[in-house]
């Protein structure tokens, strides 16, 4: 059975990014189809877009009147897709960051069933980061191990935004709940996903650093998610801990009455 695969794709002011993005993509996967989720970038990027998707049935736009954010953007695409069927949801960044030609990687995993989520992973074995500072580079992993030793997820890139969801997961978790943003946005997104007992994998990918356009990057952004881990984390290290209690209690109880 042949998946029906949408990539997700926000923006705000990308239009000297996206187009370079997208004949990317199409030149490395042209079986997929594309949803760009434009928060109204005064650019000119959702006209941009418009335009393609008059000649290209692969090409969608979701036009969004106010910049709300990434977190957003991707839900709202979350959406749009589970009401079009498809078996496979992407997330892929529209500045060029992510390789199109990583992606058929992520694909192969979702379409085989071998993981329920896709991780395109930077701190995975074979991963690299190309034209990163060093301070963003300390940054990126100094948060992703902070991310594991809080919450204990077993994900190397927990703030990655290179990634396949099965539909499966999408339609199981209540997305109405979700109000991160940023890095914050993924590892929200992987904490749930592993709470409900999906599968999770991760494969490694090369990160580039943006050639055009800014950064989306701000302090509001860390010290959400910096805050928010903490609080996850508490309450899913208090969750195992019960649990444990709990399976003790239960054999102490069972190695009493068989005495």
Known sequence: MVSKILVVIPTYNERLALPVTLSGLFEHRPEVDVLVVDDGSPDGTGDWVDEQARTD???????????????MAYLAGFDWALQRDY????????????????????????????ADLVIGSRWK?????????RSRFLLSR?????????????????T????????????????????????CFQIDMTYRTVEAGFRVAEV????????????????????EAFTKVAGWGLARRGRQARSLLSRWAGGSRRHAEAS
């Open 204 to 223: 490694p990918i090369v990160f580039v650093e943006r050639e055009l356009g800014e950064s989306k990057m701000s302090s509001s952004i860390i010290s």
């Open 142 to 158: 100094g948060a992703n191990i902070y991310v594991d030793t809080v919450m204990g997820l077993g994900v190397r890139d927990a």
């Open 125 to 133: 074995r074979g991963g690299a980061i190309v034209n990163w500072p």
């Open 57 to 71: 049935p692969r090409v969608h736009v979701l036009h969004r009147t106010e910049k709300a954010g990434l977190g």
């Open 87 to 114: 078996d496979i949801i992407c997330e892929f960044d529209a500045d060029g960051s992510h390789r199109p030609i990583d992606l058929g990687q992520l694909l192969a995993v979702a379409r085989e069933g071998r």
């Open 160 to 183: 990655a935004g290179f990634r396949a969801y099965r539909r499966e997961v999408l339609e199981s978790l209540d997305l109405t709940d979700v109000q991160s943003q940023g890095y």
